[in-house]
């Protein structure tokens, strides 16, 4: 193995100089093109035989191996919608929390249309249910403090 500060390191663009000694010259080649866009869902089989449920990614070419990377990102919300089910509106949060299942399950489908529609959906639906719960801690607290009366 040779030591690195015996090594010269040329380009392969520029020609080796005259009188410079061409038995340790470790030529870099510039890297290939990786990545090929695609606009819809490429079916690659893993190694189990299964066709990867990832909806519209791009393909990184790594030699002969294809790799499909995930570029889309629809947020199914689903722990907001639990932890809302849980501490804030309880009934606006279980519509939140459907809708983000619903959501989950058309992200496996590859539906990313009705995906994006359950998501926005189930974002109004925290939303709704984070501001109900805030509002109904602050009604609470101003009756046991006496300053309002709930009648």
Not at 19 to 27: A, C, L, R
Not at 34 to 48: D, I, K, M, R
Not at 133 to 138: A, D, H
Request: aromatic fraction near 8%; proline fraction near 7%.
């Amino acid at each position: 193995m040779l030591p690195v500060n015996d090594a010269q390191y040329i380009s392969p663009n520029k020609d080796n100089q005259t009188g410079q000694p061409t038995d340790n010259v470790v030529t870099h080649e510039p890297p290939p093109t990786y990545t090929q866009f695609n606009s819809h869902p490429v079916p690659v089989l893993s190694q189990n035989g299964q066709i990867p449920s990832l909806p519209y990614g791009y393909v990184v070419m790594a030699g002969a191996q294809q790799i499909i990377v995930n570029q889309v990102n629809v947020s199914d919300y689903l722990i907001w919608s639990i932890l809302n089910s849980l501490f804030c509106l309880w009934p606006v949060g279980i519509l939140a929390t459907v809708m983000s299942v619903i959501t989950k399950k058309k992200k496996a489908n590859c539906d990313l249309e009705g995906a994006r529609k359950f998501s926005i959906l189930a974002g109004v639906f925290n939303i709704l249910s984070t501001l109900g719960g805030i509002i109904l801690f602050i009604l609470i607290s101003l009756h046991f403090s006496g300053q309002i009366h709930l009648s």
